[in-house]
């Protein structure tokens, strides 16, 4: 049988594939998941327990007692839970308490958008499409500044700059770290689009790989 027609949009912080794989999952009425929430979940909550970030035990346990109905609280969206996810997140035992109900979204019979970091690479490597997207830091971080704006956090661009230039050691400066395109994954690297182009060319991506997909 067919695996689910799975799209996994990775790639790093603020690089446009959160804003892509909605309005994939939009255009092809797909259900979606955000994998980076969990993450932000698991660093918020373990905060507000009064727990550290380096303490292994207590972060798996926060990720296994995670829930999707956990997932709808506003601060897993400001730039201090992103910084917490990253923390949590270079922890193998964290991503593998989260593995599960990202394994199981990828399952789902109708298909699924995720994005994230390793969805192509670990959490759906039989994924039909995988979409690597990618971006300068200075035109990440001048994305995450604007966003941030629109939410009301007052921070400079220096220091989103700073949050993302560290993000991308932390995610992707390990032998072992999740952060790297599968290698059947397809690079769009949207430094020079606007958000309208880089979907459309994510759609054409995603059309190629249905196509190869509904023929096998
Ligand atoms: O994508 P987002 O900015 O919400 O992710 C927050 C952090 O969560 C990332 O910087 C990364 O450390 C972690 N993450 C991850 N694997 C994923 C998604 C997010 O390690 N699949």
Not at 56 to 77: I, S, Y
């Amino acid at each position: 049988m067919k695996p689910p027609f799975v799209i996994a949009v990775d790639g790093p912080a603020a690089s446009g594939k959160g804003t892509i794989a909605s309005r994939l999952a939009g255009a092809y009425d797909m259900p979606m998941l955000d994998s980076g929430l969990l993450y932000r979940a698991v660093g918020v909550l373990l905060a507000r327990h009064g727990g550290d970030f380096d303490d292994v035990a207590a972060a798996t346990q926060v990720a296994r007692d995670l829930t999707a109905e956990m997932l709808t609280d506003p601060a897993f969206r400001t730039r201090e839970a992103g910084e917490a996810a990253s923390r949590v997140a270079i922890h193998p035992s964290v991503r593998l308490a989260l593995r599960d109900m990202q394994q199981a979204f990828a399952l789902r019979p109708d298909g699924a958008v995720i994005d994230g970091r390793d969805i192509g690479t670990v959490i759906a490597p039989a994924a039909p499409a995988k979409l690597y997207v990618t971006a300068t830091p200075e035109v990440r971080a001048e994305r995450r500044w604007k966003q941030l704006q629109g939410q009301g956090e007052a921070v400079s661009y220096e220091d989103i700059l700073d949050d993302i230039r560290k993000r991308d050691a932390r995610d992707g400066g390990r032998a072992d770290s999740p952060m790297r395109p599968a290698d059947d994954a397809v690079l769009l690297d949207t430094t020079e689009m606007t958000i309208d182009q880089a979907t459309d060319a994510a759609r054409r991506i995603v059309e190629a790989a249905r196509a190869r997909w509904e023929l096998s």
